[in-house]
């Protein structure tokens, strides 16, 4: 890789970083994924005195609590214990405050490198699972790209992905059930307002000419016909970028060199709407100017008194790719790569775009040009995060499904690990063509934002395979839940508890000699309420 390229570091993967061994080691527990879940799990597990190894795919620990995702979506922070809550602590000393949920990538990084240092922690980057070793329900030992092989009685996965659960013959599930599976109302193809074109924009190549083809990920098929059913489409990603108003730090925007004017002619066409009569009637939330809310400001202003963000995706064409992830889930190391780089291409051309392009009008040019990356944010890859928001990739499947019935509050169980509480969130799954009155127009479908009731609990089966299958994974990211309720339980605070929790009960099964499937309750809960987990609401 040349010394040339800012951006010579911003992988997913590269053949470079696989270095050939033979080497092999032995831990306690093996936790593959250093994603913030995956780092309290480990931390979790050495401090319960077991030999522990981290492996992490990549260069970067912490995924995205270290990727961008400085904005946290915690819902109620009241449920939020443990290690998780420490974390937030932590973070908060990094700005004289009792605690933190809002800050800067290098912020979180500074925690999460602290928390592994002190520990003493083995971390091993660059490390991509090459195959599983089983004797019979029981993962004996893993092999890495490049030869190493790590020998382990426990093994926790905590990637977004899940592919150490897949290699293990877990049952696992991708896309979206239909509503008729789990008895749901929100699953499935869903057509709604959230994040929506309120007003027609055309589908076509050349406006109003269906044979000039269709602009890039917009589908033919009417999908509104198919309301609640269930197909393999999963909701789009997008990058946690960092932005900064500070003259002292800002980078203007750079065209990237697989820059495809095509991706960008739907938002030109969405921008320029506002010219519409039409237009005038929107609510502010409508207007195209509503994707500049999520510039969301950080409490903590830089030297000069000025600002940094997490933005994020916001209105009917923003950050979010939508449609260019499919093949992510199940994809090969090379597969992810190329889809890494083309949301990359893509993020980066559309912040380009909406600050140079003489057809976006100008007060949006204006608002764009305000801001920039930060050179003291993702050093080492160009100043743009490392980590790509796989915001659902594989879900296991269990024998306790989290489904709308648990984000609503009306089912119950008794071996509660922590607690979800966030909206039911799931972003846009596809772009399609929508003929009315003749007319042509682009729809989005698969944005839902619906609030649970109240928190509520996760359940241990949740986060371990069913019964006959593997006897020592746990898996507390891709747990077992429906898409729409996965949408709920998704959020990085949730994931670093569950990542504990999952320790805790390793480190049972390990002292009772049993799978992870019979690891009694009652000593567990103990330890997690020791540890100041929250398992419940207070009963009055």
Known sequence: MSNTNPFENLHYFHPSWIRPTRDGLTADVCVYGGTAAGVMAAVKAARLGFQVVLLQPGRHIGGMTTGGLGWTDYGRKHVIGGMARRFYRDVGCCYDKPEEWHF???????????????????????????????????????????????KARMFIDATYEGDLM????????????????????????????????????DPYVTPGDPASGLLPHIQAEDLSVRQGQGDRRVQAYNFRVCMTDDPALKMDWSLPERFEPQNYVLAT??????????????????????ELRKFDILPN???????????????????DYIGANYA?????????????????AYQMGFYW??????????????????WGLPRDEFVDTGHWPHQLYVREARRMV???????????GVRRLDDSIGMASYTMDAHNSARFVKIENGRARVLNEGDVQVPPTDPYPVSYRAVIPRRGECENLLVPVCLSASHIAYGSARMEPVFMLLGESAAQAAALALKQGCPVQSVAYAPLREALLAAEQILELPTS
Not at 133 to 138: L, Q, S
Not at 304 to 311: E, I, L, R
Not at 353 to 370: F, G, I, K, T
Not at 398 to 408: I, K, L, N, P
């Open 398 to 408: 269990s024998d306790y499904v989290v489904t709308e019935a648990d984000c609503r």
């Open 166 to 201: 897949a290699a293990a013959r877990v049952t696992f599930t991708v896309g979206r059930e239909a509503n008729s599976v789990y008895g749901e109302t929100l699953n499935g193809i869903q057509v709604r307002n959230h994040h929506q074109f309120s007003h027609p924009v």
């Open 301 to 319: 202003l830089t030297a000069g008194g000025f600002h940094k963000t997490d933005t994020n995706n916001h209105g009917p064409v923003s950050s």
């Open 353 to 370: 775009h909406m600050a140079n392009s003489p057809d976006v009008p100008e007060r949006y040019r204006q608002a764009y040009q305000q």
């Open 104 to 150: 800067e990538p290098r912020a979180a990084q500074r925690v999460i490198d602290g928390l592994i240092h002190v520990q003493g922690l083995r971390v091993l980057r660059c490390q991509y699972l090459d195959r599983v070793a089983m004797d019979g329900p029981r993962i004996t030992s893993i092999a890495l790209l490049g030869g190493l092989e790590v």
């Open 269 to 290: 066409r969405w921008f320029q709407g506002e010219k519409d009569d039409y237009n005038e009637q929107l609510s502010p939330a409508a207007r195209p100017d509503a």
């Open 328 to 344: 992510w889930p199940e994809g090969d190391y090379e597969t992810r790569e190329r889809i890494f780089q083309k949301h990359v």
